[in-house]
């Protein structure tokens, strides 16, 4: 089955700098993958997804790439914000479509 | 005008209590699911029903068995609890599980804690 796996797992910036967050999948017929956001004691919420016929997509300081051939998408911020600290999860589909499977997280503290 | 709402929030039992959560979603999907989040924050799909029908169930103990009376609501029942049922449960629901990049919406969550 599909297996998602997601570097680092803790990511400390300067507020004002970028961050970059990386994941791999290994089934190829994975074709959606969606990124969340998750602050302390609350829900994941969608911040960004692609889908397999895009390379890039970019929504004001947040874009995500994806390489089908390496199998591996990457989540980017720039301009860093202390309310962008949160635990960020990626995701990859299934193969059948069916559910998603998430990487372990990555908590991203942003210091002013 | 909460799309995914989830009762309780908290949940405090004993061992070997029978407990459910409940779930509902009033967006008109399709399909529904639960997801387990341990201690180490790691996201885990249970199960997901689509219109009512059992589509996956992980490899979860039999303890825990899903219900959903109709296609808006899917709720978690779990016999004889054990103290690594811990979590915080969190359901989710999507247009339609046959287009495999609909977006996931997730409740609120329920924070189960076993003693």
């Known amino acids: 089955g599909e297996n998602v796996e997601q570097h680092p797992s803790t990511l400390s910036v300067q507020e004002g700098d970028s961050a970059v967050i990386k994941c791999t999948y290994s089934?190829?017929?994975?074709?959606?993958f969606p990124w969340y956001k998750q602050e302390l004691g609350k829900r994941p919420q969608l911040i960004i997804d692609?889908?397999?016929?895009?390379g890039e997509k970019k929504d004001q300081r947040i874009a995500v790439t994806l390489n089908k051939t390496a199998k591996h998408f990457s989540l980017h911020i720039t301009e860093t914000q202390p309310e962008d600290s949160a635990v960020y999860f990626c995701?990859?589909?299934?193969?059948?479509?069916?559910?998603?499977?998430f990487g372990k997280g990555t908590t991203l503290s942003v210091s002013s | 005008d909460t799309a995914v709402s989830q009762t309780p929030k908290y949940l405090v039992t004993q061992m070997g209590n029978d407990k459910s959560i409940k779930c509902e979603q009033n967006?008109?999907?399709?399909?529904m699911y639960w997801y387990k989040q341990d201690s180490k924050k790691f996201l885990k799909i249970m199960f997901s029903?689509?219109?009512?029908?059992?589509?996956i169930n992980e490899t979860v103990p039999n303890r825990f068995s899903p219900k959903s009376p109709d296609k808006a609501h899917l709720n978690l029942h779990i016999n004889s609890l054990e103290l690594g049922d811990s979590a915080v449960y969190f359901c989710?629901?999507?247009?339609?599980?046959?287009?495999?990049?609909?977006?996931?919406?997730f409740g609120p969550g329920t924070r189960l804690t076993v003693l």
């Open positions: 989710a629901s999507s247009q339609d599980r046959k287009r495999s990049t609909d977006t996931q919406y």
């Open positions: 029903y689509n219109n009512k029908e059992l589509i």
């Open positions: 692609i889908r397999s016929n895009v």
């Open positions: 995701a990859a589909s299934n193969q059948a479509g069916t559910a998603l499977i």
């Open positions: 089934d190829s017929a994975s074709n959606y």
């Open positions: 967006l008109g999907h399709d399909t």
